[in-house]
């Protein structure tokens, strides 16, 4: 890199994007995350960092996308995607951490570095695709990635208000061609073109009714359902709300992580008893299901739920198909999963499951050893991956089986192409997700009877010093500070079915509790002493832990 470029690069920093402040900030479970007004000078940084890794990467093209997912609106943040549509590699984490808080005097000479690290090639091409999620903030904010990218000569192409899986799809299919056109129109083509495929081979049977309600989080994802819908012929009725544009805020007692955590049904969305509802967080990439029954209760269909009805129905397909025992499929979950969830896998299911850390990037990892991966995090993060030999496989079954095994094979053929194998993505999983119940003809109540979720709650407690807390296991015990997991033993053994665990946020400063019992009434009790604990052992600052979350 001559010396002249990199002053641009300085220059353009100081003028256009200057770091205003101090606080230290650091790429975490799901990229920079924090209030908007901190972000600039980090996403023109990353910008930099694109171009760089594009090189390393020959000329390959890399994504950053601008989004907060389920955070509320004054929040945004921004994530690099790698070539093959997947997390940015991990060793590169602490590069983006240090190229985002060093100070604009500091700037040239630790870019300069970063380049010799990482041997990028300097006169190669460089390629980076640019997403934003709906914030106010977000046009701005990916104005300066785009400035970052040119500054290094790099060619940024700047795809508007997409869902983050929208852009790590494209991602993809610009490096891999074979995977799909990497445009919005090129996703709905593959996606949506495949839902509509397999439905022309279903038939809507028994309890399975085509109306869906749809909660958008006033978000990216409901807005792509509603252009989805007008091209939807009778296969699926999207009722959509919480859509954006009426007033309501972007998450804001909405959207699939609150319906998660708080246990609640979202404001804005009618309640017609044992209707499905389909709800989207933020940026598009997680979905849960929930109903409200006869007695006005909440019946939640999280992850664990949506991984376990996938996996069913691979497994199922497989099986017709005569290929299970020449193909893995194996499920991936978190210390979040629910106990139940992972006793119906294993003894009902019999299918394999392993349990990782926290963060998308650990479970897709994981699922890409198997055949076939089913990976979700409770909060209904995740997707399936197919490796090239289960897809070749079933290509030829496809082609050469009996008439019966050619059928189920075509099948999981038209599911793996409705499948973002990129990355989570909510709009893909629930099409996945409404062909197995309509395939099945079910409702939400035989979806919701395979197992019966044990009660759970998660709180947070504030301490000093989060990284206090360290953990082993796929974060299910703690090995500090010291004391805690013994207390932790201690306060589970007299509840029935108890489970609880304790680890340090990612994405926020605070420590988080799990437990789960029996009855929710203890789930709570147990959750609330778990987090006296916390308080007492590890720190805890400011108000005492207090339900509900
Ligand atoms: C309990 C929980 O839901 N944690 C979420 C949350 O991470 P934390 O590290 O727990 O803050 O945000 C991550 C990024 O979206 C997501 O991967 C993860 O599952
Ligand atoms: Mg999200």
Request: charged share 25%; aromatic share 6%.
């Amino acid at each position: 890199m001559p010396p002249s470029s990199l002053r641009v690069v300085y220059a353009f920093a100081r003028e256009m994007h200057p770091k205003t402040s101090e606080v230290f900030i650091e790429y975490g479970t799901a990229g920079f995350r924090t209030k908007a007004n901190l972000l600039e000078h980090v996403v023109y940084r990353m910008g930099l960092l694109a171009v760089i890794r594009s090189r390393v990467k020959n000329g390959r093209t890399i994504g950053i996308m601008i989004t907060a997912s389920h955070n509320l609106e004054p929040d945004n943040g921004v994530k690099l995607v790698d070539p093959d549509g997947e997390m940015l590699e991990q060793s590169w984490e602490e590069i983006a951490t240090r190229l985002a808080n060093v100070s604009d005097n500091d700037l040239e000479s630790t870019t300069e570095q970063v380049i010799k690290q990482v041997n990028a090639d300097m006169s190669l091409k460089a390629s980076v695709f640019i997403g934003m999620d709906t914030r106010y903030t977000s046009p701005r904010l990916a104005a300066a990635a785009a400035n970052g990218v040119i500054a290094l000569k790099g060619t940024p192409k700047e795809f508007g208000i997409v869902t983050t899986p929208m852009l790590h799809f494209c991602v993809k299919c610009r490096n891999d061609n074979t995977y799909g056109t990497p445009t919005e129109e090129g996703y709905y083509e593959k996606i949506v073109g495949a839902f509509k495929k397999i439905r022309q081979k279903l038939t809507v049977c028994g309890d399975y009714n085509t109306t869906l309600y749809v909660d958008g989080a006033n978000g990216v994802g409901g807005k792509k359902l509603n252009i989805i819908k007008k091209t939807l012929d009778g296969e699926l009725d999207l009722q959509l709300f919480n859509i954006g544009g009426n007033g309501g805020k972007l998450n804001l007692n909405c959207g699939a992580d609150f319906v998660k955590v708080s246990q609640k049904a979202p404001v804005g969305i009618e309640h017609v008893p044992f209707q499905r509802v389909a709800s989207l967080d933020g940026d598009g990439d997680r979905l849960v299901y929930y109903y409200i029954d006869d007695k006005n209760n909440m019946n939640l269909l999280d992850g664990d739920r949506i991984a376990t009805l996938l996996a069913s129905y691979i497994a199922e397909l497989l099986r017709a198909c005569e290929a299970s025992s020449d193909l893995q499929i194996g499920l991936v979950q978190t210390a979040y999963a629910n106990g139940a969830s992972t006793k119906y896998i294993t003894e009902d299911l019999k299918v394999p499951v392993s349990c990782v850390k926290t963060g998308v990037k650990h479970l897709h990892h994981a699922a890409l050893s198997y055949d076939i991966g089913v990976y979700f995090e409770a909060n209904g993060h995740g997707t399936v991956v197919y490796s090239t030999k289960a897809k070749e496989v079933i290509a030829k079954v496809a082609q050469e089986g009996e008439p019966e095994q050619r059928k189920a094979a075509q099948l999981l053929q038209n599911f793996i192409d409705m499948t973002n194998e990129t990355v989570g993505d909510a709009i893909s999983d629930l099409f996945l997700v409404e062909t197995v119940l309509c395939a099945r003809g079910h409702g939400v109540k035989q979806w919701m009877s395979s197992y019966a979720d044990l009660p759970c709650r998660q709180l947070k407690v504030t301490v000093q010093d989060r990284n206090a807390i360290s953990t082993t296991d796929a974060e299910r015990q703690c090995t500090a500070p010291e004391g805690l997991q013994t207390r932790i033993d201690e306060l589970v053994r007299p509840y029935s079915c108890g489970r609880a665990f304790v680890r340090p946020s990612g994405t926020e400063d605070v420590v988080r509790v799990y437990a789960e019992a029996d009855t929710q009434l203890s789930a709570d009790k147990l959750a609330a002493e778990v987090a006296q604990a916390v308080y007492d052992l590890a720190g805890g600052v400011g108000a005492r832990p207090e339900l509900p979350v």
